[in-house]
C-alpha cells in the first residue's frame, strides 16, 4: 500500500511547481493556468487525508473546490479576453499604466 | 514493491512531468496541453486512492469543460510565443534561497508529522457514489445550495463580459 | 508454462480480450463503411461500390491499401505538436470508450481468473464513457488549430462548440435512466431491466422515451454526423478541421468517427433497449431458435446469388461466405449449449447493427443544419427539454415511493 507521506509530498511539489510558474511566467493565461495547477495540487491533499481519515468528507469538499474553480475560470477568462481586446497584449508586463 | 506502488510512482512522475513542462514551455497551448496531461494523471491517483466519482468528476468537469475553456481562449488570442526577458537580480540572489528555505520548511513539517498520520491508504475499497451523495445531500446541503448559486452568479457574470457593446 | 498462466492470468485474460475487441470492431469499421456507401447508394438510386471484389465487398481493403500509400504532406508552420497529436487523441479515445461496454451476461473463468464479457467491469462505467466524450473535444480543436490555416481552424472551433454544447444535454438525458436504475454502472442498469423477464415490456425504453430522444440527437451531434455535420461537411468549410490531413492521419479520423458512431449505438441500446435481453418473454424458449432461424436462411441467399454472379471470383468467393453463415447457423442448432452463450450477444449486435443502420439511414435522407440553426436547437430546446426530462421522472419516482 502506498504511504499517505507520499501523497502529501507529491501535493507540496506540484503546489511549489505551481508557485514557480506563477512567479516566473509572463502570459496572464499561464499565470491562471498555474492557479488551477495549484487548485489541484490542494485537491490531492484533500483526497489522500480523506481516504487516511476513513471519512468521506474530504471527497466531498474536493467537489465544491472544482466548481467553484471552474466558475472562477469562466469569470476570469471572460475578463481577461475583453482586457486583451483593450490592451492588444497578453503579456502581463504590459499592464503598467499606474506605474510611476 | 507492489502495483500499486509501482502504478503511484509512474502517475506521480507524469503529473510532476507535466507540471514542470507547463513551467518550460513557450507557447501556451503547449503549456495548456501539459496541464491537462497533470489533470488526467491526478485522476489516475484518485482512482488509486479509490474515489471513482471523484475521479470521473475530475476529468468531466477539469479535463473536459476548464480546460477546454482555456484552450479556446488561447486559440482564438493567439498571441504566440513568450519573449525572452532577463530576470531582475533580485529574483535570483534572494528570490532562489528563499524558495530552498520554503521547500525545506515544508518537507520538515510533513516528514516530522508522518509518524502520527494513519499508516497507509487505501485498504482496496472505494467510495461509493451513494455515500458521497447521502453526504452532500444531507451534512452538506447548505454548501452544495451555495455552490449552484455560485454557478448562477458565473453564468450571469460571463454573458454579461460577453456582450458587445452598443 | 500453465504456472506462469496462472500467475499472470490478471494481465494475460484481459489483453487477449483486448486484442480480439480491436480486431473485430477495426473490421466492423471497414465495412460498416462499405455497408454506409451501399445503404446511401441505394437510397440515392444507384448501386455503390460494385467493381472491387464481389457487391464490392473489398472496397474497404483497396481503401485500406490507398491510405497506407498515399503521400502524407505536412502544412507550412503547422504546430508539430498539435498537428501529429490530434488524430491520436481521437482514435485513441474512440477506441478507449470501448473498454468498458458490456456485450453479454456471462461471467467466465479463464486460468483461474473470473471475467465478464467485456474487457473491465467498473462500478462506473457510464461515467468513463462521459469522461471520454468529454475529452473527445480536444482531439479537434488541436486538429484545427495545428492545421495552421484558417479553414481548418474555423472548422475546429466550430466542431468544438457543437460538441460541447450538446455534450450538456446528452449527461442530461441520461440521468432519467440513472434514477430508474439507481447505478452508474451499465451492466447493471441492463440486469436491472430484465428483473421480471418479461422482454420488450420492461425496457427503459417506455419510460424515458422523451430521454432516449434527447440521447440520440444529442449524440449524433457528438459524433459529428449528419444532420450536424456542418463543420466538416464538403460543401462548406471544404472539409472543416480534417482539410490538411491525408492518409494515414485522415484514415486514423475516419476510423475514430466510425468507432464512436458504434459506441454512442452500444450505449444506446444499453441504457435503453435492454442492451443483451431479448424482447421475448424467457418463458418464450423457442425464440432461442432465432439466431439459426436468420442465419440459415441468409447463408443459403448468398450461395444462391453467388452462383449465378458475373465474375468468377465472386463465384468463388460468396458462395463460400454464404456456406460459413449456413453453417454456423446449423452448429447452433446442433448444439444447445453454445446456443445458450450466444443469445446474449447475439441480441446486442443485432441492436446495435439496427441503430448503425438508422445512423446511415439518416445520413442517406436528411438535410444539414445550418451552424446557428444547431446551437439554438442545442441550447434552447434539447438542453430545457432533457432538463424537464429529469425532473419529471424524479416526481414519478418519489410520487411512486408513498
Known sequence: MVPTTYYIVLSAILFGLGIVAFVFKRNIITLFMAIELMLNAVNLAFVAFSRALGKPNGEVFVLFVIVVAAAEAAVGLGIIILTARNRRSLNVERANLLKL | MTASLVIFFVLAALAVLGAVSLILQRHPIHSALSLIVVMVALAGLYLLLGSEFVAAVQIIVYGGAIMVLFVFVIMLLNDGEEERTNFSKLATFAGIPLAVAIAGFIGAAILSSSSTLPAATANGSLTSSKTLSMLIFTDFVYPFELTSFLILVAILGAIVLAQREN | MNEFLTQYAFLIVPIIKIALLVFVVLTVDAYLTWLERKVIAHIQARWGPHRVGPHGLLQPLADGVKFIFKEDPIPANADKVAYFLAPFITLMLALTSLAVIPFG????????????????????????????????????????????????????????????????????????????????????????????????????????????????????????????????????????????????????????????????????????????????????????????????????????????????????????????????????????????????????????????????????????????????????????VSIANVVLTATVILWRMR
Open chain 3, 105 to 384: 451476461p456471462q461471467k467466465f473463468t479463464l486460468w483461474g481468473y473470473e471475467s465478464t464479457v467485456g474487457i473491465a467491469d467498473v462500478n462506473i462505467s457510464l461515467l468513463v464513457l462521459f469522461a471520454i466524450t468529454a475529452l473527445g473535444v480536444y482531439g479537434i480543436a488541436l486538429a484545427g488549430w495545428g492545421s495552421n490555416s484558417k479553414y481548418s481552424l474555423l472548422g475546429g472551433l466550430r466542431s468544438s462548440a457543437q460538441m460541447i454544447s450538446y455534450e450538456l444535454s446528452l449527461t442530461l438525458s441520461v440521468v432519467g435512466v440513472l434514477l430508474i436504475a439507481g447505478d452508474f454502472s451499465l451492466r447493471n442498469i441492463v440486469e436491472q431491466q430484465g428483473t421480471t423477464g418479461s422482454g420488450l415490456l420492461t425496457w427503459n425504453i417506455f419510460p424515458q422515451i422523451v430521454g432516449f430522444t434527447c440521447f440520440f440527437i444529442s449524440a449524433i451531434a457528438e459524433t459529428n454526423r449528419i444532420p450536424f455535420d456542418l463543420p466538416e461537411a464538403e460543401s462548406e468549410l471544404v472539409a472543416g478541421f480534417h482539410t490538411e490531413y491525408a492518409s494515414m492521419k485522415f484514415a486514423m479520423f475516419f476510423i475514430a468517427e466510425y468507432t464512436s458512431m458504434i459506441s454512442i449505438s452500444c450505449l444506446a441500446t444499453i441504457l435503453f433497449f435492454g442492451g443483451w435481453l431479448s424482447p421475448f418473454p424467457a418463458a418464450w424458449t423457442f425464440t432461442h431458435y432465432l439466431p439459426s432461424l436468420i442465419l440459415i436462411p441468409f447463408g443459403l441467399w448468398v450461395i444462391y446469388d453467388g452462383i449465378r454472379y458475373e465474375n468468377i471470383f465472386g463465384r468463388i468467393l460468396l458462395p463460400g461466405v454464404g456456406t460459413a453463415f449456413a453453417g454456423i447457423g446449423a452448429a447452433l442448432l446442433v448444439f444447445p449449449t453454445i446456443n445458450g452463450l450466444v443469445q446474449g450477444p447475439f441480441w446486442f449486435f443485432a441492436k446495435v447493427f439496427i441503430f448503425l443502420f438508422v445512423y446511415i439511414w439518416m445520413r442517406g435522407t436528411l438535410p444539414r443544419f445550418r451552424y446557428d440553426q444547431l446551437m439554438s436547437f442545442g441550447w434552447k430546446f434539447l438542453l430545457p
